[in-house]
């Protein structure tokens, strides 16, 4: 067979396993139950959380990309639960577009020290065991990287074949 095919395929396969890492989100290092707070009321927040004895991680993001990046974790993520008490309007939107993550995305428009306290309560005893969550599934990557591996596999005999023909003949 000739080396423009081979090319041609190679190139082919390249492009097929890029395209998976185009949708990657990236992986999540925060807790599952947290704050998302600013440089203004971060502080706050925690210090009312460790006055009444609660330990919950607060933190403090800089920009609404940082914000919407990390309440979009909560869609992959079932176990996840935040309290927004900065950047509400990031999270309204958020809950606009997603309004299945509602129990699990507590947002607090009038930050006081009653309202933090209340959040960080939801926010802590959201249980994810007890709501069922059939958004994980394990069928539709197996079915995608099957049909990818058919084809692959089918494109590479095929080839093969074609070469074992040509070599025999000669």
Do not use: W
């Not at 920009?63 to 950047?87: A, G, W």
């Not at 129990?103 to 959040?119: A, E, F, H």
Request: charged share 20%.
């Amino acid at each position: 067979m000739n080396k423009k095919y081979i090319k041609i395929l190679v190139v082919c396969f390249i492009l097929l396993v890029g395209i998976t890492g185009v949708s990657a989100h990236g992986v999540d290092v925060t807790a599952d139950k947290m704050v998302i707070a600013n440089d203004t009321n971060g502080q706050l927040v925690k210090d009312i959380a460790d006055s009444n004895g609660i330990n919950i991680s607060v933190y403090k993001f800089t920009s609404d990309d940082e914000v919407e990046h990390q309440l979009e974790h909560m869609l992959n993520n079932t176990n996840k639960s935040i309290l927004v008490v900065s950047y509400q309007s990031t999270a309204h939107d958020f809950l606009n577009k997603h309004p299945e993550v509602s129990d699990r995305l507590q947002v607090v428009d009038d930050v006081n020290n009653q309202t933090v306290v209340d959040g960080i309560k939801a926010v802590e005893s959201y249980d994810s065991s007890s709501q069922n969550n059939s958004t994980t599934s394990f069928g539709l990557p197996l079915l995608i990287g099957l049909i990818i591996g058919v084809i692959v596999g089918l494109g590479c005999g095929i080839y093969l074949m074609k070469r074992k023909d040509k070599t025999k003949k000669e």
